[in-house]
């Protein structure tokens, strides 16, 4: 099996003469020096390059080129020599890239002479180097091992010969240029030579070149590295760890990094901060690649970065990262700014507290510290809370267009390519959330389906409120809304008749709201209407959970009658309690209690208010269901730390067609299955 | 390499090239009590509690332990409690987080202790220490055996302090009585 080195990593090679292949995007020189047990060149004979091919055991080519084979033999290498260096650079003279930024990263194989792999290694993270040491291989215990170094040069050759001890190095250099530019000019220019261009590559052109130049198949980079030709690393990821944006030394013989060259520094600044390379099972779905997480700077957030078996789940668990990042970044500030409050009160009253230093210059004095002392530390936190801040939503810029229907808002584009999915999505989100320091940031509130507890949607006047009964009808309007864009939603990201739509609506009062359903045909019944109509889809609904619950609990489900609607059910329950009798309300807490169990979801929009006349015993319903607001209002709490989050209804953008688009493609999708 | 702190010796969690610490463990590590085995015989566990507490300006601000595993601002994190002890190899059988980048700016001092909450005196206890570990090397910056500690129930192990713009140690080492970190409060506050 082949080894996939990383920086530092060393592998022990079976034989003494193996076969070194280099790929590279440009044409590259390759060379090979040897090195004493100081780490220096002897002389500047130890070195094989294109002027001077040979040395015993060791054989490059005789020019530049974009892929290059060593011949090595280990065995016949003199005894002295305690390291073999393999080394690239890029010719000088001949008017190609100067740097390795914006080149694929040179790829080195080593072969036995079976041509079997025995250790890959991609010298990634280069940016500003001309040179690189790529690998070295060295004796140990009897036998040749081989490293992989990664060490670059900014300065080029002269600088890795000096850096070997070599005295002329940049004499010897000049030679190496000097040959390989005669080289070239013997050689007919080939075909892969790109036109000179400029350093930072932001081009189509460039990935365009290198799949040419190299042969390398560009086939297995995500269609995310689009936007990032210059991508050096493989899969899409961003790079991180580069010689130089790390500190370590670029130029000037450093030790060794054996950090992971993709993979993020150790601590990162957060509990769980975006690391610009997920930990992902190389066979799982590749995250989707922040288009700012260029090389040569920090890696942005990517979408996806949490532990998870597929996108969706990560995606999932991403948002929830999110969530509890922000409620504990501003669980820091807010605590620091009640100290500081506090530390302050108690420091003016004891000025206050001594009668004769209470108008002096003196108590002015310390006054004004305990004030400035105050503002220091709420700046110090303010400063804490806004880098937070900022990084979160820099990867909620990131993660909010990478989210699937069941998670999107109205006005993400996914909906434009809607169609109906073929598994249920783990969870769905109801609205977003946001706290007063988080400023534009919203956190998208996830429930996972099926349902655990109902949804209600409060059509009765915020707490707390004054408005008058005016704004009582509006607020009917809207929570009656609502509930449709959430309906809407739920079908939407069912399989095909996987969920089936109940609406009981006495008095008609939403007959407005529910217009989307009804006339797109993904409610397929028309809502129940007079208390009739209540009982009779009340009845249906606990006959079903009955019937469910008796087969699973006997073991017996194949028993079920075939008739039995197997989709999940999402019964709407508008104008509660019109309609109701005391039956109805019973086996709307039976359906409420023991429905989520069975499949069977329930989404109240209801006035408290209206259902008094019930008394408490509604009161552990109410207790049960998820409230939700038609208009925000900051009544959630998290589970880390008890925020009050303010809630957001999804709203579909005014004007859009989406919703409606949607539910026809769902319905359209029915007919197609039926057919 | 495992220093022993002597008591009130500090250590500057400056590293040595310059950057200062950010990650900071304390593990804490007990043998379980022997197995009696048969019906009838009862086994007396032994549930020894890391806690930390964290301190602005010597009032306590919040604090870490069985009941409350994550600070609020989420800097300070309890592995989770572990009622019976380990083997006694050298593991920890409990373990506190801090990410000391991610403290609130107004937290200047936070408190590592130790309590035996089932009671048994740390000179009943097989094989307990507590230590403190650089989280970003893995090097043992202090360790205290407790076994053998004497008739005392807990332990005020070590403050972590902010020192300009970094952090630093100091070994405290104190004994003490108290079944939870409430009971040290009073032997705390002193130390701050």
Known sequence: MTAELVRGQNHPLPGSRVEIRVTADTPVIAGATFNDEHGRMRDAGWIAHPAEPHLPGVEVSRQAAAVHRLAVDLAAVPEDVHRVNIMLALPARTGGPGRFAGLAAPCFAVTGLDGQEIAGYEVTGLSAESAVVALELYPRAGTWKVRAVGQGYAEGLAAMLADQGLSDARGLADTIDEAVAAGMARSVAPPQQPARRPEAVGTESAGAVGAASTGRPRGEQPAASADQPSEPARGGAPVAGGGTRDGAPVAGGGPIDYRHPRRAAATPPAGRQPSPQPPVPTAGPQPIAAPQGGPGQDAGPVAGDAPGWSMEERLHNQVWGMFEDLARTVAAYRSAVDFADTRMERELEGVLGDPRARVSPVADAARAEARAKHGALVEQARTVLERDVSQLEAEAEVVEPALPPALARWDNPVWQAYEPPAERPMSLRVGDLSLAESGGLRIPLLVRLPLERGLWIDSGRPRGSEAGSADQDELRRLAAQTATVLAAHFVAVHPVDQLTLHVIDPAGAAATALLPLVESGALRNPPAAGASGVARTLERLTQRVDLVQMAVRSKATDALPPDLDLADQLLIVHDFPHGFDDRAVNQLRYLADEGPSVGVGLMMVADRDEARGYGPVLDPLWRSLLRLTPVPDDHLADPWVGHAWTYEPPVVPSGSQVLAQVLRRVVAARGSTEA | ?192
């Not at chain 2, 009862?42 to 009941?67: M, N």
């Not at chain 2, 801090?98 to 200047?108: C, E, F, S, T």
């Not at chain 2, 206890?125 to 650089?134: K, Q, T, Y």
């Not at chain 2, 807990?154 to 070994?171: E, F, L, N, P, Y």
Request: glycine share 12%; hydrophobic share 40%.
């Open chain 2, 1 to 192: 390499m495992t220093v022993n702190l002597s008591k009130g010796q500090a250590i500057s969690l400056q590293k040595s090239d310059g950057g200062t610490l950010t990650a900071v463990r304390m593990g804490l590590g007990w043998q379980a009590a022997q197995r009696r085995g048969l019906f009838g015989k009862r086994t007396k566990e032994i549930d020894l509690d890391a806690s930390a507490v964290l301190f602005a300006d010597k009032q306590p601000v919040d604090v870490v332990f069985f009941r409350h595993l994550v600070s609020d601002d989420g800097s300070v994190k309890h592995t989770g409690d572990n009622l019976v002890g380990g083997a006694g190899q050298g593991g920890d059988d409990e373990a506190i987080m801090v990410d000391l980048q991610r403290v609130p700016v107004h937290i200047d001092q936070i408190v590592f202790t130790v309590n035996s909450f089932t009671g048994q005196t740390f000179a009943e206890v097989e094989n307990a220490f507590c230590r403190l570990i650089d989280e970003t090397t893995g090097q043992e910056m202090a360790r205290y055996t407790l076994t053998g500690g004497g008739q005392y129930t807990a332990q005020i192990m070590a403050k972590v302090h902010r020192q300009g713009d970094g952090w630093q140690m100091t070994a405290l080492g104190d004994p003490a009585n108290g079944r939870t970190f409430q009971d040290l409060m009073p032997a705390i506050l002193p130390k701050l």
